[in-house]
């Protein structure tokens, strides 16, 4: 199975580590997280059973196994590489947000297998990986996602590296509202302002929500930015009916 691996690892060296291409890099984002989801789904289970089976754990069982974990570890780091690419092109988005999360989750997984199971203390595994997964989800409410992500894109349009996608803002949840609403005037769609800031948010306590009240007392206050389009001059209104205008002679 090392064998396999390394095999793989190598003949596809260059898919890992050395794609630029913008037009390519969604599809190979994509083929990265698959091929990462795969190979931990496989792997894990198998050195668990591996190390339950194995009644003596000698040396190169441990070093044949951390040599496994190493090489799923360079999957991860492609996988994490490629998704680096493809949000420096295109943005953030909730999608790759999270997807990020997971393969860093995975990579720390991984670590704490090779320090649990592999050292003789298999029965922490699970507490480990339970905790772990908690933490990750503790960590993802702490840094507000939603708000991160347009603050990020916000970013990229000011260094000139890709226009902010107005549609998009306007459709994350009221976590982005103070971000939303201190940098309305960088909105170039006004109606998806207004589609935000006039969102049907449910009133009493059963839907009671810190974000969707801060939300309701920010669009109370903050006017829609000025719209991007030039004026237009209202059209000359018809000659009453019966009335005859004589062209002005020129002088």
């Given at each position: 199975?090392?064998?396999?691996?390394?095999?793989?690892?190598?003949?596809?060296?260059?898919?890992?580590?050395?794609?630029?291409?913008?037009?390519?890099?969604?599809?190979?984002?994509?083929?990265?997280?698959f091929e990462l989801v795969l190979v931990v789904a496989l792997v894990v289970p198998m050195l668990l059973v591996a190390d339950w089976l194995v009644a003596e754990k000698n040396r190169t069982f441990r070093i044949l196994a951390a040599a496994q974990v190493a090489l799923v570890l360079v999957i991860g780091a492609s996988a994490l590489r490629r998704m680096q690419l493809y949000r420096d092109e295109f943005g953030l988005t909730e999608q790759r947000l999270y997807t990020t999360a997971f393969m860093i989750?995975?990579?720390?997984?991984?670590?704490?297998?090779?320090?649990?199971?592999?050292?003789?203390?298999?029965?922490?595994?699970?507490?480990?990986?339970?905790?772990?997964?908690?933490?990750?989800?503790?960590?993802?409410?702490?840094?507000?996602?939603?708000?991160?992500?347009?603050?990020?894109?916000?970013?990229?349009?000011?260094?000139?590296?890709?226009?902010?996608?107005?549609?998009?803002?306007?459709?994350?949840?009221?976590?982005?509202?103070?971000?939303?609403?201190?940098?309305?005037?960088?909105?170039?769609?006004?109606?998806?302002?207004?589609?935000?800031?006039?969102?049907?948010?449910?009133?009493?306590?059963?839907?009671?929500?810190?974000?969707?009240?801060?939300?309701?007392?920010?669009?109370?206050?903050?006017?829609?930015?000025?719209?991007?389009?030039?004026?237009?001059?209202?059209?000359?209104?018809?000659?009453?009916?019966?009335?005859?205008?004589?062209?002005?002679?020129?002088?």
């Amino acid at each position: 199975m090392n064998l396999l691996f390394a095999l793989f690892v190598a003949v596809q060296f260059r898919y890992f580590f050395l794609i630029t291409n913008p037009v390519s890099l969604a599809q190979y984002a994509r083929h990265g997280f698959f091929e990462l989801v795969l190979v931990v789904a496989l792997v894990v289970p198998m050195l668990l059973v591996a190390d339950w089976l194995v009644a003596e754990k000698n040396r190169t069982f441990r070093i044949l196994a951390a040599a496994q974990v190493a090489l799923v570890l360079v999957i991860g780091a492609s996988a994490l590489r490629r998704m680096q690419l493809y949000r420096d092109e295109f943005g953030l988005t909730e999608q790759r947000l999270y997807t990020t999360a997971f393969m860093i989750w995975v990579a720390v997984l991984l670590l704490w297998l090779v320090a649990t199971v592999l050292t003789g203390h298999r029965h922490r595994f699970a507490i480990g990986a339970l905790a772990t997964g908690m933490l990750a989800v503790v960590i993802l409410h702490a840094i507000n996602p939603d708000a991160l992500i347009v603050q990020t894109n916000l970013d990229r349009a000011r260094a000139g590296r890709r226009a902010f996608d107005s549609v998009y803002a306007s459709r994350l949840s009221d976590d982005a509202a103070p971000v939303i609403f201190a940098n309305a005037n960088a909105f170039t769609d006004v109606n998806a302002f207004l589609k935000f800031k006039q969102r049907h948010r449910p009133s009493g306590w059963r839907s009671l929500n810190y974000s969707r009240e801060r939300a309701k007392d920010l669009a109370s206050v903050r006017k829609p930015p000025p719209s991007r389009d030039p004026p237009r001059t209202p059209p000359t209104p018809p000659p009453a009916p019966g009335v005859f205008r004589r062209p002005a002679r020129p002088r």
